[in-house]
């Protein structure tokens, strides 16, 4: 029989790019409050295997579909929200944006990107 660790990978589907750009904004004193459900998120969406919007809204059912690929996800409570766009294909999940409500009632969350 494989160790547990073995096959914990082949179970986890999705890949996670950016997570380093979540990491370091918990360092930052307004955004230390999320590390917890950031943690928490990072976890389960690693071992997550969407196909498709759907499957995803049945497991984050407070999740905001925004277009085939865009999605915001509310992080503790509705504090943070967290923006990622998904290739379910690739099983890929990109982060595009992380912060408060506040800031987030500020963005254009259709055509924002990386590092804006």
């Known amino acids: 029989m494989l160790p547990f660790k073995v096959t914990f ?7 996670i790019i ?3 750009t979540l990491a370091s904004l918990c360092n930052e004193s307004k955004y230390k409050m999320a590390t917890g459900g950031l943690q928490s998120w990072v976890k389960e969406v690693r071992c997550a295997n969407w196909n498709n919007s759907n499957e995803l809204k049945s497991s984050y059912h ?3 579909i925004i277009n085939s690929k865009r999605v915001v996800f509310n992080i503790k409570g509705n504090d943070y929200r967290l ?6 294909k690739l099983k890929i ?8 409500h506040t800031e987030y009632d500020k963005i254009d ?4 990107r990386y590092g804006e």
């Open 62 to 64: 407070n999740a905001s």
């Open 18 to 20: 950016k997570e380093k």
């Open 83 to 88: 923006l990622v766009d998904i290739e379910y």
């Open 9 to 15: 990978m082949y179970l986890c589907k999705m890949r």
């Open 93 to 100: 999940v990109f982060i595009v944006w992380f912060g408060t």
């Open 109 to 112: 969350v259709k055509t924002i």
